[in-house]
């Protein structure tokens, strides 16, 4: 869990960070996101549900995310960053750019 190398619809685990301008980035829990939903077909019940499980959060990182998804995710108002590699890496560009648009989520 150094690394992000999943799509989203392949994640069964999220590491939920809090990301801040000028502080360190603290690792605040991880969270089952697998489900035991039926599959209904391409975009099924079990991405619905994942979904639900993050809507709380600001950002997501993963290595790619369907159309659909990234649309109802960010209808949550949650930000859908396309990454592939160390975490700590993308939490530190992260913090940069919140601290260069004088963001605080």
């Known amino acids: 869990?150094?690394?992000v190398n999943l799509p989203f619809g392949k994640t069964d685990v999220g590491l939920i960070y809090k990301v801040e301008r000028r502080k360190e980035t603290d690792l605040l829990e991880k969270r089952i996101l697998s489900s035991n939903g039926i599959r209904q077909g391409r975009h099924d019940f079990v991405e619905d549900e994942k979904v639900q499980k993050i809507k709380?959060?600001?950002y997501i990182v993963c290595t790619k995310i369907g159309t659909k998804?990234?649309?109802v995710i960010?209808?949550?108002g949650v930000s859908v960053i396309e990454y592939q590699g160390?975490?700590?890496t993308v939490l530190e560009k992260l913090r940069k750019y919140l601290l260069l648009?004088?963001?605080e989520r």
């Open 101 to 103: 648009t004088r963001q």
């Open 86 to 88: 160390d975490i700590k």
């Open 1 to 3: 869990m150094k690394n």
């Open 74 to 76: 960010e209808v949550h």
């Open 56 to 58: 709380d959060c600001d």
């Open 69 to 71: 998804f990234q649309r």
